[in-house]
């Protein structure tokens, strides 16, 4: 056969008014998607500026986030079936889509301008083969989104925002890619009588076969194609035209949400413009959001991923984050509307937007974050509504006790300044003051390992690993103040700044090279946001990328065999999830000798304690603790089971809140929680390099 005649009629029974019909109609959805999606943006513009540029590096940006969204390496975390679901509904869709694109530009243009048309021979051979092969991928990732949503009833998808607009989204999209194979496969039998070569559309080809042994004739497909067709392009139209006006607008909000996304966001939090009133920090109306805020609540697809991560909501807690946003959403566009009065973003009772004790529930863990597919910021919203929180005095009276005991004494204990230090004092040996010496290693040692008890064992055993090291170290003494990571996070901006004044001068006044933190909070604003707000730039470490080099080069002395305890490691949120220290803990542990086991959710996916974001100086007796949770899942779930011995941490606040859900959860006799630290001064002491005995009886390796 001719390669010219290796193709197909696109009009097919149309006819030319029917065809004049399709293109009026097919401009018209093009108009009215366009009218809509300026809106859209036009929205955004009116939304306050971001206090970080979003728009830089522009070409880079873009490819980066189409990198990201044409992979789903997004959707493919913590849920493997939604990862291949998502995956062949965007590469199908989008294949459909650039085919349907090819197909106009041969119609409309190059066949106008060469009198010929491209659409013949190996072409259309190959155009049929792909479009056929994508577009089966297409329908089955709405089938299995199907599959999921009636079938297996997945509870994260059904929530307060779910509505027939999701029901019509999904069930749209399964209808366009059937009927496009029902409409191939009467047109095979009609036009083509089953052409040799139109088996390269091989679900159509096998769809036409179907029909024809059921009795559709040349004649009936042909009727057939006529009624399918024009159904099929009508509701082609009304979802092109309806993107902007219902969930499918996803598709592009999403996208832009990726490209304007912040690498940092969470792990550093916008401030306040010097020129602020303090009565207006914060987000107290909608026309306070940032343009990229209001673009984040139009970006949720409402899967639910942040809600299923949320440690708060697992634990019983008033927070959802995706009800959060949608809820913003919601009045937005209702007070666009003119559906609904103005009322309070956010407040402690009363008709606002958003609940203060859902603010007062986030942990600032970031696992939202982490978990949504399309970069939406909750923590950042969340803190900007916190601080609106604050600032009118709305506050937790035991957030406010700690805020006063921080601004009163540098610290939430509310001890002296003076006592910050007392906790040498059980030690044999000295601890250098890098106030009066130069040093390598300038430690900031934080408030819960200089006031708390179980923590100031943490703080001796540090101290002792580095007097066996050897390394040049010393601290601030009385001169330390609170780091300031969680007061930010829970609203106070302006304590928050004096603390960074304070501590920066504090900084100024000695003279080192590096900061090593005990706490990863401690690590994660010294590192992430000090720079941002003050003249302080100076490398940041905790304490376990400290060791693990000292640990290589031997200067500790460890075998590798010295304990044989069955453990598990839990990653602290500011040190794992938010800086990317995973490695570090693991090899100390293993170093040890300890047979380390991994609970489920490990790394980046890791269960927030409950200490952040404030929830260290609040009592949720009333709810089950993350805490409790983790430490079920740590002798449920693992490998190793009830034989889990230690339950490693590498924070103070983590530290603190696993000792009291082992108490609460009634594990006392089950498992025990050890620091890092303490278990490297156990192995070395086992190993026979003892340095001192303290006044607390503990021991520690020293230097041979």
Known sequence: MPAEQVTRETFWTIGPLGKAVFYYLAATAILLFAYG???????????????????????????TAASIVASNRNQFDRDLYAGVMHSFIVWGFLTLLIGTTILGIDIDFYRLVTGESFFVGDFYLSYSFVMDAMGLLFVVGVGMAIYRRYAEREGRLWGKHTSLEDDAFVWTLFVLGVGGYVLEAFRIVGSAEFAAYEQVSFVGFFLAGVFAELGVGPGLAETLYHWTWWSHSLLAFGFIALIPFAKPFHMLSSFANVVTRDEKAGVRLPGVPDDADPQEIGYGDIDDFSWRHLLDQDACTKCGRCSSACPAKASGRDLDPRDVILDLKQYRQDLDAGRTEEVEIV???????????????????????????????????????????????????????????????????????????????????????????SVEFLWYVGEYPSYDEQNQRVARSLARLFERAGISYGILYEDEQHDGNDVRRVGEEGLFEMLVEDNTEAFSKCEFETVVTTDPHSMNTFRNEYPAVSEFDDPVFHYTEVIEDLVDDGRLGLSGSELDYTATYHDPCHLGRMNDVYEAPRELIRATGVDLHEMPRNRSDSFCCGGGGGGLWTDNDQHTKPSEERLREALEDTDAGDAVEKFVVACPMCGTMYEDGRKTGDYEDDIEIVDIAELLCEALEQNGAVVANDATGDSSAAAD
């Not at 999606?37 to 490819?63: E, I, M, Q, S």
């Not at 600032?364 to 969340?382: R, Y």
């Open 347 to 437: 407040a402690d009772g009363g008709d606002s937007v958003v609940d203060a004790e859902s603010m007062n529930a986030c942990m600032s863990c970031m696992a939202c974050m982490d978990a949504c597919p399309v970069d939406i910021e909750h923590v950042s919203e969340f803190t900007q509504m916190n601080r609106r929180l604050t600032e009118t005095g709305q506050m937790e009276p035991e957030i406010q006790d700690a805020m006063m005991n921080v601004f009163q004494n540098g610290n939430t204990f509310g001890d002296p300044a003076r006592n910050r230090p007392d906790w040498t004092d059980d030690l044999n040996f000295e601890v250098p003051d890098a106030r009066e010496q």
């Open 37 to 63: 999606t300026y809106g859209r943006f036009a929205r955004y513009r009116r939304g306050a500026d971001d206090w970080f540029p979003r728009l830089d590096d522009l070409p880079k940006r873009v490819t």
